[in-house]
């Protein structure tokens, strides 16, 4: 008796990953080192002067890392509620950090105790950040109001209202110091100037503004809110460049990577977007575990450190170039491929005598059933939701098999609602994809017939029926449409082809004889 044959499954082409420069670069990353804090991480800032350590604000505290430290080097816990914003200053000796209870806390990198506490807000402060000359602090808050603070005496050099919501962030200017632009609920970016009574410039987001971001020469201005990433000339009294939409949810932080070459933004879908600033294309994708609050890159790109709402904090550490040239060397050490098929295509001669060993076979459970005739089996197994999702072309084999057979009848008869509504959830799915439409339209055929005299018993069969009627009928027309398109184009092109006079030579013109 011949041995039974399995059901081949056909292989179908894929699609390679295009792999860049970017790619390459952006993928040569140590595996994430995990670290559990006590709430959501708000903010993450790294530190200016080396060994740029960061700043980590998480539910009451301010936790200080080391580049490579899983265990903070310094700790701020002198907060009575929600700290927010913990950032340094330009020289990394002094940093800041906003509360729920609206104090505003300076505090000495190498002490415990805050050195000033800044009161006059009424409600949360989200933002703080020093200006460029060091000897004073932009503050925004709930209460609808942004304040300048000057340091040595702890008093509000200046306060503005011009908002109609939560300004909830903003940037100060590295190179004057009483530049700073705030951004808000109420869609609106303002910029300030401290030495006047009132904002200079206005832009509308569109959007509740989340994270705003100066590119390094202050003539770009780059806004995250709601879906959409934004870039605006700032020189050009505010005029919008580029409008970014590649996140599906709220944008909350954003980045410039490569010495600002590269821009980073994260949002609550869990992913890292890294744009090309040239063009602004998307050029490398991160994902993470959990929504993203706050991301930033170390200087020269050495580090990404994320922090998420589920308190985890993620780092990743570039791969030195011994660690890359180590693994590319254990890459050129392994077996070439003709080691493993030395002797594969080996051709016995005439008066060797070959030795071969009996290869078993493993069936799979379909074929196994198949091969005991259970039809119905063998497709219900073909059906089962790892192969559904995850392999359709095995369930399209099996079909196609039990239709050669001229089974296929038997074993989409007789069912269930249930194991019906999986049918037909398959069929629904897949039915469109031009590689499994030859197959699967007999079977949608062949159900209609068999189950058209119970329709009306199950609202949930019917539903699907409709539906599988609905779709066939919509790629008839799409088909219909095509093939008039395609008459349509056969004959501009019949047109646009000049006609050419076949010469006759030898021929007379008056009789046609030669």
Sequence with gaps: MASYKPTKIQVYPKLGEKVTQDTLYWKNYKAPIQIKEF?????????????????????TRVHIYGPFSQEPVKTFTRFKDTAYSGRFRSDGQLLVAGCEDSVVRLFDVSGRVAL???KGHTKAVHFTDFTSDHYQIMTASDDYTCRVWDIPNATAVTTYKEHTDYTRCGVTSKLNRDLFITGSYDHKMKLFDARLDKSVLTMDHGQPVERLLLYPSEALLVSAGGRYVKVWDLLKGGQPLVSLKNHHKTVTCLHLGSNGQRLLSASLDRHVKVYNTSNYKVVHNFDYAASILSLAVAPNDKSIVVGMTNG?????????????????RQTRRQPSYRVFVKGKNYVPKQDDFLVSKPVKQHLAKYDKQLRKFNVSQALDTALETWFRHKKPEIPVAVIKELDRRGTLKN????RDEQGLSRLLNFLIGNLTDTRFT??????????????????????????????LQDLLEREIDYQQDLVEVLGMLDTLFASSVSRKEVPSSGMSRTNGLA
């Design 438 to 467: 030859p197959v699967l339209v007999t079977a949608a055929e062949m159900i209609f017939e068999i189950y058209h005299s119970v329709i009306g018993q199950s609202s949930v069969v019917d539903r699907h029926l409709q539906r």
């Design 116 to 118: 000033r506490m800044f």
């Design 411 to 414: 074993a989409l008869a007789g």
């Design 39 to 59: 709430g959501a991480i708000t903010n993450i800032d790294f530190s200016p002067v080396a060994p740029h350590n960061f700043a980590v604000t998480a539910f």
């Design 312 to 328: 985890v904090l993620s780092v990743k550490h570039k791969k030195s170039p011994e660690e890359s040239g180590e693994s590319s």
